[in-house]
């Protein structure tokens, strides 16, 4: 698939703000400071149309990107992020819960975790909202050139165990938004599910 326009449409704080186009929509989720904006502007082909906010877990919308006038990425909130307040971790966390279980759009989404760290219990609990609503979804390791090339296996063995007991995992992807690597696998990925027939 090629890119031949992506742009910013419109940030999302409540469930009555989403967009009423048909287009099939590809969520980003993960932790903040994992590298969402960073792995969106790579596939994309863009240097800053997704920006990484200075002050971690500060983006608290759902922000929507129309791609080749077709279809939306949705770069959803980061969670995790310890000193925000927790009526405010809260109330984004519901935002994010109904989207995903209500979001007849959604044809996949993209579970970002750091190819240097175990899966968190937040990231397992995410992918287990995923299975629960049962939304296909594929992980993605990020930052993935941060490691030895000989260790990469081990890591992705690692994380493909972790998730192995999940049915609607489609498959463990390292990514790097240095390199590009996992970049074709990733975008296939995507394809087929905004291509599939409903």
């Not at 049962?134 to 941060?146: A, G, N, R």
């Not at 690692?158 to 390199?179: H, M």
């Amino acid at each position: 698939m090629k890119i031949t326009s992506a742009e910013f449409t419109t940030g999302v704080a409540n469930i009555r703000q989403l967009p009423k186009e048909p287009y099939k929509e590809v969520a980003f989720l993960g932790r903040s400071n994992v590298g969402k904006s960073s792995l969106i502007n790579k596939l994309l082909n863009r240097k800053a149309l997704a920006r990484s906010s200075s002050d971690p877990g500060k983006t608290r919308e759902l922000n929507y990107y129309l791609v080749n006038k077709m279809f939306y990425f949705v770069d959803l909130p980061g969670y995790g992020y310890a000193k925000v307040p927790e009526q405010i971790r809260s109330s984004w966390g519901k935002l994010i819960e109904q989207y995903l279980k209500g979001r007849e759009n959604l044809s996949l989404v993209v579970q970002l975790i750091d190819s240097r760290h175990e899966p968190t219990e937040l990231d397992l609990m995410m992918v287990g909202w995923l299975e629960y609503y049962e939304i296909p979804f594929v992980v993605v390791m990020t930052k993935s050139d941060k490691l030895p090339r000989s260790k990469m296996p081990m890591y992705v063995k690692n994380a493909k165990a972790a998730y192995a007991r999940f049915s609607f995992c489609r498959d463990v992807i390292p990514f790097s938004s240095i390199t590009g690597e996992g970049k074709p696998e990733l975008f296939g990925m995507i394809a087929r599910h905004i291509t599939a027939a409903d």
